[in-house]
């Protein structure tokens, strides 16, 4: 297993300091290098799925759609992922914890 | 304007445009009967902006002239008055969705930002 990548090559642009339209394409920081990092690509995901969440409330608000329920949709899912990237950076750190806890 | 409270005070804005419409579109309901009353529209876009403007700036003054627009192509009655009640109750209901729906967004929001700060 490959070790966590230095933070400097986190590439990831956070939800509400950018202008959502620009961030979508950014391809996920693991797809540079040759190991794929699953816990980055979920970060990733769910960093995509925040934007464009953002940019569906915009343009809800803006007037520019009138689909509520695709917004509702895109925000719900966007509220699942992070709960799932969530739920997997507390496992990882738990079984982290469990590892220094052992006593050899 | 950028920053973590981007989303929330845009929803903020467009929650307290809805209200404002509330008030637009009850005083048309309420002023049913009132010969020579002419309904009033809010604009919203523009309420929204203005609405956006104020809690930039931090504007104390709770209460600027609302973007109000007299529709055209109304009938009007014999007393000239041109408020339609079915039309009215029609848009209140539509401004009530869009009320709850800001708002739940909004609430939806917070969560997510509180949940990704508390871990």
């Known amino acids: 297993m490959s070790a966590l990548p230095p933070v400097a090559s986190v590439n990831v642009q956070s939800p509400g300091f950018s202008k959502p339209a620009q961030a979508i394409n950014a391809t996920p920081p693991s797809e540079q290098g040759g190991d794929r990092n699953i816990f980055l690509d979920l970060m990733a995901q769910a960093n995509d799925d925040q934007l464009r969440s953002e940019q569906a409330i915009d343009s809800l608000v803006s007037g520019k759609t009138e689909d509520v329920q695709q917004v509702v949709m895109e925000v719900v899912k966007a509220e699942m992922s992070f709960q799932v990237f969530m739920e997997v950076r507390n496992q990882i750190i738990e079984s982290y914890d469990e590892l220094m806890r052992m006593q050899f | 304007m950028n920053g973590i409270f981007y ?74 008055n041109n408020v339609n009640l079915e039309q009215e109750v029609a848009q209140l209901k539509k401004n009530a969705l869009a009320f709850q729906t800001y708002s739940q967004l909004l609430a939806s929001r917070i969560t997510t930002m509180r949940r990704a700060i508390s871990g």
Do not use: W
């Open chain 2, 7 to 80: 989303q929330i005070d845009l929803l903020g804005s467009a929650v307290d445009a809805t209200e404002k419409n509330h008030r637009v579109v009850s005083q048309n309901i309420a002023n049913v009967n009132t010969p020579g009353y002419q309904t009033k529209r809010l604009d919203f876009q523009k309420m929204l902006e203005q609405s956006q403007a104020a809690s930039q700036e931090n504007v104390t003054d709770r209460d600027p002239e609302l973007p109000v627009e007299l529709p055209e192509g109304l009938t009007e009655r014999l007393d000239g």
